[in-house]
């Protein structure tokens, strides 16, 4: 055990941490307008939006990456556009890892921080709109002040869930050492090598961490809810 602790390469958790990083501040710039204009539209194509945002949850992450993979190959407009433009192959590199973690993490970004929006109450911010705000305006100053909650669970349930990605990572990134070769893939490489001492030290810093952050979100909400009670007493 020592020994495998000495030479434990934490490259593959570097890797993770920095793509939930980029992931998050990504998707979070991205799903504030997306769910703030969700949660105020009447519009027809709500559910149609609503269902594709939510679509990542029900697919099987094997047919999710391979649509990414198809989209994101050079033979595709998008691909072909970042590799002429830009030059740079979206699949198998960590800015393709990047972009299939924004799709597939979508819906733990949009949903928490549209429901957050929901519940404000309406009085409120048509007393902005009364005073003269703009949407912009409201949508900064009044509706995300008052969902510290939604945003928080948003930003750390996204974080957590891209950490834990496999299906969708492995299929868009491979297993390149220092580029695509996350924690989650590790520890599977792990366990068809039968290395089951290091594939368990791996997966239990992954199962301490989800606790922690898990347990970081339910302990910020219960004092949330409590300051929210002892006002309105």
């Known amino acids: 055990m020592i020994e495998v602790l000495q030479h434990l390469d934490l490259t593959p958790f570097v890797l993770s ?62 691909g072909a556009f970042f590799e002429e433009i830009f030059d740079i192959k979206l699949l198998f590199s960590f800015t393709g890892l990047v972009l299939a973690s924004c799709i597939y993490s979508l819906p733990f970004m949009v949903q928490p921080i549209q429901g957050g929006f929901e519940t404000l109450h309406r009085p409120m911010l048509e007393a902005s709109y009364i005073a003269g705000k703009s949407r912009f305006e409201t949508l900064l100053r009044v509706a995300l002040p008052n969902i510290k909650p939604a945003l928080l669970t948003g930003i750390i349930i996204t974080f957590a869930h891209t950490v834990g ?51 970081g979100v339910y302990v910020f909400n219960a004092k949330q809810t409590a300051k929210i009670g002892r006002f309105h007493r």
């Open 17 to 78: 941490f920095k793509l939930a990083l980029f992931t998050t501040i990504i998707l979070f710039l991205l799903s504030v307008p997306l769910a703030w204009y969700l949660s105020q539209t009447d519009s027809e194509i709500k559910p149609f939006l609503e269902a594709m945002t939510a679509l990542p949850l029900v697919l099987p992450p094997s047919v999710l990456g391979f649509y990414i993979l198809i989209s994101l190959s050079t033979q595709s407009p998008i």
């Open 165 to 215: 990605e496999f299906g969708v990572i492995l299929m868009v990134g491979g297993s390149i050492p220092h580029e695509t070769k996350v924690a989650s893939v590790a520890i599977y490489e792990m366990v068809e090598m039968m290395d089951y001492t290091a594939a368990h030290i791996y997966s239990a810093l992954m199962v301490l961490m989800s606790f922690l952050v898990l347990l």
